[in-house]
Structures are given as C-alpha cells and as structure tokens.
C-alpha cells in the first residue's frame, strides 16, 4: 500500500527546508521540501533506503513527483525500476548500506556506473557499507584496479590522483595495452607502499649500456634487477637512484672487496664521465686506503676523478675567492667518497 504524500504537489514551489533536511538530503533539501513540506516527515521518517532512492531519482533526471507516492510505498524492488529504468543487478541491496546521510548527484550517477561494471559491482554488493570515498575512489582507478577495494580505502586523493597520472604516462610511452596489463598486476599489490613501489618499476626502463665494461674488481650493475639486489645488500637507497641510470645520465658499478662499495658515475660536459660517489654498507664512506684502488681502475675507464666540469665553470666567475667560496679539488674527492 502506498503512502499518501497529500498535498505534496500543491506545495509552494518555494517551501524551504529545515535545517535538520538540509542535513539529510544535502543538495536535494530544496527539491525535497517542495514534495514533503516543513516539517517534511513523509521524508524523514523513511528508511535510509528510501531516502536514497529519492535523491538518486534527482540526480538521474527521473521524475520524482510523479514517483513519489511508489518511492515511498511500493515494494523496493518495483520502486527501484521506477525511478532507474534498467537498474544495475544489488542497487536496491546496496541502497541500504549507503548511510544516513545523501550523497551528491555525481556519487550516484558513479554508484550506477560502478555498478554496471562486474569487478566493482562485486565489491560493492558484497561490502558492509559503501561510502561516497570508496566509490569515488573506485571509480577513479584504472579500469583492472575496479575490484582493489583494499588499496582504494587506503589511498589517499592525491594518492590516487598521482596513480592515474603514471597510468596514462605508461599508456603514452608504451600503449594502452601494456598500461592495463601493468594496471593488473598493480591491483594486487599487498599494500600502497608495494604498489607505488611496483608502479615506480613499471615506469623506470632497463638502462642503457654502461659507458665501460668495467674492470676486474669493478663491475657494472647494468639491470633494474641487479641495482635492487645491491640496493637491498648494500642496504641504501639505489632503488631510488634507478631513474638516473633509465635516463642514462648515470651508471653504477660495484666494487668486489672487500669491503664492497657501491660506484656512481654521472655524465659530464667537460670531463666525459666523473665520479659521483662511492659508498660502502649502510651509505658509510670509503675508507682511505680502498679510495686510491678504486680511483685506479676508474682511471683505466677513463672515468675523471675531481671537481666536476658545472663545479668548474662555477667558479670561472669575477666572484671566486670574493663572495664564492673556492673549494680545493680535494675537498671534492673526499665528498665523493663519502668523507664532511
């Protein structure tokens, strides 16, 4: 039996809401107030589920004068199709664990989207409660990331914001379908800090061939593979520094030992290739001994050892030694090594 809504449609077009609707109908409060007049009981003591069905039918254009009487009467499961049409299979289940409170047009119109989609539409059917983050969230993934509701709840706007970018820069470098294939795996990521981590990997290419062989006792780290195993060995952070050899400014060499050191060199415009740094264990610096046999089989590389050429042209200026302080060549090596 439906509920009577009298005099509901002869209502002044400008009845105003109470506070207490603006409360619960949010954006809708003046649209509701002029079918359920001050004090607007007929829609405030409806069910959650209800109240839901009302805004839902505002936000997708239905008309909910007509629908009304049926939203608040009739069996859910008739008023649903009422107010949606062709609605997507568990709305009318999902309608009640959307809160107390109404959501915006466009958290609705993403609800259905959601919905229509089986990954997401899993998630939440099956979910306890179904919140406006959540579903924002989801909806803002990368279409294989749908059903991650995990690292949806975890993600922050800017987190997932951040996500999206690096999807659509895969998707420049590499083609929609390498995107989505890395948007898979990403998706089950055991946490945000793994993700992002596997999403940084996916980003950064393989590097180029390193400038030199290398030497007996100083070998090159030439994979994205072989700089995380010394990172992780090394306990340092040359997982980071993997964009810099990707983009072939940089290449990195490990030196046997012991001790073993990791060796940094950068490109330079004056001298070719210089030395970076270099560091032992746990970022420690290079004792003085080990800095002179490194130094020599750098030097059979043709890698240059000292100021490096920006540092140079730096100081080729009328200030060096008056207001720029100059600092001698040695001082340089020693910073490389890990030494002030």
Not at 51 to 67: I, S
Not at 258 to 272: I, L, N
Not at 291 to 311: F, P, T, Y
Request: hydrophobic share 50%; charged share 25%; net charge neutral.
């Amino acid at each position: 039996m439906f509920i009577s809504i009298q005099g509901s449609a002869q209502a002044k077009a400008g009845s105003a809401p109470t506070s207490l609707l603006k409360l619960v109908a949010g954006e809708f409060a003046g649209r509701v107030a002029v079918l359920w007049p001050e004090p607007h009981g007929g829609f405030l003591t409806a069910s959650a589920q209800r109240r839901h069905l009302v805004c839902l039918g505002f936000a997708v254009g239905a008309d909910v004068q007509a629908l009304a009487a049926a939203i608040m009467g009739a069996r859910l499961r008739h008023a649903v199709p009422a107010v949606v049409g062709t609605p997507p299979a568990g709305l009318e289940r999902v309608l009640g664990r959307l809160g107390e409170i109404a959501w915006d047009a466009e958290a609705y119109r993403l609800l259905l989207t959601l919905l229509a989609r089986p990954a997401p539409a899993k998630v939440l059917r099956h979910a306890e409660a179904v919140d406006v983050g959540l579903v924002r969230r989801l909806a803002g993934l990368p279409a294989p990331m749908e059903d991650a509701v995990r690292l949806a709840r975890e993600l922050t706007p800017e987190g997932l914001a951040v996500l999206c970018e690096a999807h659509e820069a895969l998707r420049f470098r590499d083609g929609a379908g390498a995107a989505e294939e890395a948007a898979g795996r990403w998706a089950k990521a055991g946490s945000v800090r793994a993700l992002f981590a596997a999403v940084r990997d996916d980003l950064t290419p393989e590097p180029g061939a390193p400038p030199h062989p290398g030497t007996a006792r100083l070998r090159p780290l030439a994979t994205k593979a072989a700089l995380r195993d010394a990172a992780r060995r090394y306990r340092n952070c040359l997982a980071d520094r993997m964009p810099h050899a990707a983009s072939g400014w940089s290449a990195f060499y490990e030196w046997a030992g012991p001790p073993g050191a990791v060796v940094e060199v950068a490109r330079d415009h004056v001298f070719g290739w210089r030395l970076e740094e270099a560091r032992l264990a746990g970022n420690r610096p290079v004792p003085e001994p080990l800095r002179d046999e490194i130094m020599a089989d750098l030097a059979l590389m043709g890698v240059h050892v000292g100021r490096s050429g920006w540092q140079l042209d730096r100081l080729l200026r009328e200030d060096v030694g008056r207001g720029y302080r100059f600092w001698p060549v040695e001082a340089e090596v020693a910073e490389a090594f890990g030494e002030g």
